[in-house]
């Protein structure tokens, strides 16, 4: 056995004594005579635990708990207005060959990216405690799950992973048997100095999101928001876990996971790969206004998918909790969700009622009276600003969704059905179509645009290409990561079947700027296309984009024709610009953009003008 050697913990926490290997001790102590934190805590992830963490959280101010007769078990917490959602331009990968990273990332050598964070976080968890936080990405003894371990200086993040991912000690004795484990470090830069009183959301103006896959690391300097702070999310699970998936042949996706189960009682797996804040968690949990439909929920934001010994594709949710958008969800958009969120949740950013409960935009109509907004101010109704910030969010465990999937802890996975890539477009992009075969579903994965949204910094409503909605999330270089994709299609032909690839736009508007399509539940209809087509019930039309619906189940639906006809045709002139676009961005790759998705483009093109 691996030697093992007791934690030197200064104080801790935990009940039970944690002994660690001795390559995490080592890194700890490294990062603690570096970081110089007040104390060391190695957590174990128990409810216990996790009472500790809310306590100091309420008694910091970071924490406002909420009405417990309106929200029982839940707390409001308020950012500082300058770290309210994921810094793209702030975010590194740092590889030695800057081409390792590709076209699509900000790109630092990763021993200059070292030498400067030593300098900027120099003693920056001074004052402040040292949370050791080792977590499973996926269920504990799964081949397709990766361990890890994050260090933090923020009881608001390591609570938080509390709920997005399994923390457990067993974690370290897998490491201890030799699993290899990706380095988490995290810092929100704001060293206390003795006897300084600490504000309720401690960040740096400076940011630094930098991961090193060379060496399996990641660390951050100066957010404690979402996917800056919350380390196995976007950085690990999507990352680094595209590197390792890359060079082990699997695919770490920004993708929902749901199980679809028709009226004749017959189930299909599917994923779908949106951009942030373009409609996972509300498809994750959709209530089918088709009669006989149900959906299961499986995950809403990262799908692993690798091939199983039966040679077909499988995926799991590698996260452990949901951390979704709150404005828009409501009663009728996602009644789901909001049952979920009666209690036992964490509410970022939102606004808070007078009588001690959670609101924001889109939940009801009229907006309440006397709300305190998410800056913490009365909110003025007339000011036509929002109470709750448009990337306000909602953290809370996979196990309080009522539609959760029986599946979603098991170790093999779930064999995929279906593949499905979208992106909020207002025009061009038609509301459902399917892939010619792989190839070509590969190329409507990379020719994936997309509206800005608030998740990120940067212009809302800006279009931009966001291929496998991975553009701020893909560890590598994106020319490599298309061929990898490629190669999947090349592996799953032979050894088992290939799923099915379709592409959907919920997001196209009229001339009134409102939504043609009604969305939520009503997409229950394409998914019904889609399983028709899996069954081979149904023909298509094939058209230069793809294979459109013939025809699709409208009935009940309060909609004209012209608009059915815009949701369902291709509007060649759009489509025609929309290609000189996504060919510019896709030639930034340069030799390394697969030969396969040249010809795709230039198909596409001699279809549309034929
Ligand atoms: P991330 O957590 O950032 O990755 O976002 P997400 O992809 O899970 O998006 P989410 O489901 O939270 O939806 C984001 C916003 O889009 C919310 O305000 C939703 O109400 C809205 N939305 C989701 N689905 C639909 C839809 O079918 N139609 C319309 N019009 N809006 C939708
Ligand atoms: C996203 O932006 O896609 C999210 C939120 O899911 S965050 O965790 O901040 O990345
Ligand atoms: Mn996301």
Known sequence: ???????????????????????????????????????????????????????????????????????????????????????????????????????????????????????VARGSMAGRTLYVVPFSMGPLDSPLSRPGVQITDSAYVALSLHTMVRVSTTVLVRIAEGASWTRCTHTVGAPLAEGEIDSAWPCNDTKYISHFPESNEIISFGSAYGGNALLP?????????????????????????????????????????????????????????????????????????????????????????????????????????????????????????SDGDVWWEGMSKPTPEGLTNWLGESHDPDSGEAAAHPNSRFTVGLEACPSLASEWDDPEGVVVDAIIFGGRRSSTVPLVLESRNWNHGVFLGATIASERTAAAEGEVGEVRRDPFAMLPFLGYNLGDYLQHWLSMGDTLRVTGRLPRIFQVNWFQKGEDGSFLWPGFGENSRVLEWMVDRLEGRVAAQDSPIGLLPKSLNTEGLDLDSSSIDALTSVDTAAVEADLDDAEEFLARCEDRLPVAITEELAATRIRLRS
């Open 1 to 119: 056995m691996t030697p093992t050697i007791d934690a030197p913990t200064r104080t801790t926490q935990t009940s039970s004594a944690v002994s660690a290997p001795v390559e995490v001790l080592e890194w700890v102590h490294e990062a603690a005579a570096w970081l110089t934190p007040r104390e060391v805590v190695w957590c174990d992830g128990s409810p216990a635990e996790a009472q500790r963490l809310t306590a100091t959280l309420v008694e910091s101010g970071t924490f406002t708990p909420l009405n417990p007769e309106k929200r029982p078990g839940s707390y409001l917490a308020r950012s500082e207005p300058s770290d309210v959602a994921r810094v793209e331009s702030r975010t590194f990968v740092c590889t030695t060959d800057p081409l390792d990273a590709g076209p699509t990332n900000n790109w630092v050598d990763p021993q200059e990216m070292k030498d400067t964070l030593r300098e």
């Open 233 to 353: 999310k976007k950085a690990f699970a999507l990352r680094m876990a595209s590197v390792l998936a890359k060079n082990e042949g699997w695919l770490a996706e920004h993708m929902l996971l749901v199980k679809v189960t028709s009226p004749e009682g017959k189930s299909y797996t599917m994923v779908a790969a949106f951009p942030s804040a373009c409609g996972k968690t509300n498809f994750a949990m959709m209530q089918p206004s088709l009669p006989g439909w149900k959906i299961e929920t499986l995950g809403d934001d990262i799908a692993w998918l690798a091939p199983g010994t039966d040679g077909r594709l499988r995926a799991i949710n590698p996260e452990a909790g949901f951390f979704g958008v709150a404005p828009g969800t409501s009663t009728s958009t996602n009644p789901v969700a909001m049952t979920m969120l009666e209690k036992n949740t964490v509410f970022t950013n939102v606004a808070l009622t």
